[in-house]
């Protein structure tokens, strides 16, 4: 049994920076809830296009969306294959990963009403303690008291390669290592010059570039991290 306090860890960092991967598993080990904030904005985002909120050109109906947001609920599920992402009750896990909602999230994410209202929830997730949360602002806006703050900064070249290497083996050879780059640093300059809660490192968050770890390296790592701040 665990005697250590309970904590939040808040883990932020750029996309395929392999964030929710690490997050995951170490909530995992140590026994903690995990919460995929990028989830949350997925499945509103994915609301929004039900409701035909996204119009043409990709732009958001901000009042509309705004006024609907006292009846999205959002939950989380675990099952066999990890935790699934529940939208009104509904199994959308998948549905969220999709193109469709990944193209149409940015937007959704800079609404001021949408930020608030996930926030909330987020920081209510929280209220017993014991979680790992994985996202761009938790440890700056969401938690700024989490005792955990860990910050991914591996090179874009490096998250490039990596979801390349990951389209290759889904059999897209089409798409080229140049193209997945060009949209990598383009979505984060998005995440980091946005002005509700862009993506930014906490005064006091550990930095992790885990460019050149394995991943049960980088497991280690963050266990050690955890009993450092858990167990003083
Ligand atoms: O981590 P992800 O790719 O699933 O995130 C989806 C989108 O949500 C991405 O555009 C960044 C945004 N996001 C955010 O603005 N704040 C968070 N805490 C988490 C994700």
Same mark, same amino acid.
């Given at each position: 049994m665990d005697n250590n306090k309970k904590i939040i860890i808040a883990i932020d960092g750029f996309s395929s920076s392999g964030k929710s991967t690490m997050a995951k598993e170490l909530a995992r080990r140590i026994g903690y809830r995990y919460i995929d904030s990028g989830a949350m904005y997925r499945a509103v985002t994915l609301y929004a296009l039900e409701h035909g909120m996204?119009?043409?050109?990709? #732009? /958001?109906d901000t009042t509309a969306l705004t006024a609907a947001l006292d009846d999205i609920r959002i939950d989380f599920q675990p099952c066999a294959d990890g935790q699934h992402t529940l939208l009104n009750g509904r199994d959308v896990e998948k549905e969220i990963r999709s193109l469709r909602v990944s193209s149409s999230v940015s937007p959704v994410a800079v609404i001021p009403a949408v930020r608030h209202a996930l926030v909330a929830q987020q920081q209510a997730f929280g209220k017993e303690r014991g979680i790992v949360m994985d996202g761009r602002?938790?440890? =700056? =806006? /969401?938690? @700024?008291?989490?005792?955990l703050k860990i910050y991914v900064n591996a090179p874009a070249e490096t998250r490039a390669r990596r979801r390349w290497l990951e389209l290759q083996q889904k059999g897209?050879?089409? =798409?080229t290592y140049e193209q997945v780059l060009e949209n990598v640093v383009s979505r984060d300059h998005i995440d980091m010059t946005?002005?509700? &809660? @862009?993506?930014r490192r906490a005064d006091d968050a550990v930095d992790l $570039? #885990?460019? $050149?770890? &394995?991943i049960e390296q980088q497991n280690a790592w963050l266990i050690d991290q955890y009993n450092r701040v858990a167990g003083a």
């Open positions: 996204i119009l043409d050109g990709g #732009n /958001v602002d938790i440890g =700056t =806006t /969401v938690f @700024p008291d989490a005792e897209d050879t089409d =798409t946005r002005e509700e &809660s @862009p993506l $570039d #885990n460019s $050149d770890m &394995s």
